[in-house]
Nanobody, 117 residues
Framework: QVQLVESGGGLVQAGGSLRLSCAAS????????MGWFRQAPGKEREFVAG????????YYADSVKGRFTISRDDAKNTVYLQMNSLTPEDTAVYYC??????????WGQGTQVTVSS
C-alpha cells in the first residue's frame, strides 16, 4: 500500500510559479511510474505529467509542455511538479498518482492551485 500526500498548492498571479510536492509513505516509490493529474471545476480529471521508473523519462500534456517539469527524488520518496508561467487555465485541484503495470493504483487527496488573472 502506498499513501500519497500532495502539498505546495496555493494562490498565485498569472505568470507566477509554484512547486508541488508529493510525498509517499508505506512503500518506496522506486518501482512505480509517477504522474500528476488535475481536475478543474466542471471538467474531467486530466493527465498533466509523468515520469518513468528507472529511465526517468518524462512526458507531458501539450497544454503544459515547456512550462511544467516533473521530477522525482527516490531517496526522499517524493515527486515534484515545477509549474512556471501559470495561467488562469491552470487553476485546478492537482493530484499525484503512482502507476504499476499500466494502472494508476494509488492517488493522493489533491492540492488546490488557483491562478488569478
Amino acid at each position: 500500500q502506498v499513501q500519497l500526500v500532495e502539498s505546495g498548492g496555493g494562490l498565485v498571479q498569472a505568470g507566477g510559479s509554484l512547486r508541488l510536492s508529493c510525498a509517499a509513505s508505506g512503500r518506496t516509490l522506486g518501482s512505480y511510474n509517477m504522474g500528476w493529474f488535475r481536475q478543474a471545476p466542471g471538467k474531467e480529471r486530466e493527465f498533466v505529467a509523468g515520469i518513468v521508473w528507472g529511465s526517468g523519462s518524462t512526458y507531458y500534456a501539450d497544454s503544459v509542455k515547456g512550462r511544467f517539469t516533473i521530477s522525482r527524488d527516490d531517496a526522499k520518496n517524493t515527486v515534484y511538479l515545477q509549474m512556471n508561467s501559470l495561467t488562469p487555465e491552470d487553476t485546478a485541484v492537482y493530484y499525484c498518482a503512482a502507476q504499476r503495470v499500466g494502472v494508476w493504483n494509488y492517488w493522493g487527496q489533491g492540492t488546490q492551485v488557483t491562478v488569478s488573472s
